[in-house]
């Protein structure tokens, strides 16, 4: 991806690089040389297959395990370096679904504020923003347990908002949701970046999930195979959409893709 220039024209710096980073399982090379930046306001989809690295790139990030070379910064520093002080600004969704379900939303998001260090007034006012901006403030008094899985979903990401991250980390987000559901959560997704400026780093194996003013990364068996803005990425490869061009670009790098 190219360096990306603010309003003003001067160089944009990044909210995530990552330079030069591989990953083995024993002898199984999972990540290969893998460079990116994601920017503030923009959201970056990392597209790729079953098996392509994207869950082990996001443990990289967050510090699950170590990259063994390379370099990660998140806004500009290095929590290899720094400690996890470097992780402040960073707020992740998880595949996983963490919330505690006997809890309300409101005992949640209160609780994971906490862990934070938030007052607890700071901790309300973002609350009820995050909530608000996911359409579900009128749910707060709510067990997790009586949500459905979209709602749930969103309370997850509101949870990830609460400590105002300047870099958000959604690993497949909407895996389970039904379409209208996935619809909202790209939607909404889509305008928290731009009005908060959040640099989002978005994975998933969905092409309607990406927008063609997106930025792409497009990863297969641990190497990124394609990216750039979405609809550039699609018009690079003369294909007629980004499922005609994943297909293609998966194909050249030397396997049949089923997604
Ligand atoms: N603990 C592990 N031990 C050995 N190999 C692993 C381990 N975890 C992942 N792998 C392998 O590393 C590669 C990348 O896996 P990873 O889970 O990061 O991919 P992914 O893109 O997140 O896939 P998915 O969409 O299925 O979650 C795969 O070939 C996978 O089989």
Redesign the pocket.
Known sequence: MQKEASKDGSPREPVLSVQDVSYW??E?R?LDDVSFDVYPGKVTALL??????????FSLITRLFDAPTGRIEIDGRSAAEQGFKALGPLGVVF?QPTLDLDLTVKQNLRYFASLRGLKRKEADERMNRALDALDMKERITEKVRSLNGGHRRRVEIARALLHSPKLLLLD?PTIGLDDPTRAAIVRHIHALASTDNIGVLW?T?LFDEIKPEDDLLV?D??RIVARGEAKTVVAETGAKDLGDAFRLLIRSAGQDVAV
């Open positions: 399982y024993g199984k999972a790729g297959p079953n098996g392509a690295g994207k869950s082990t790139l595949q497949e994975a194996h990863l068996r641990g």
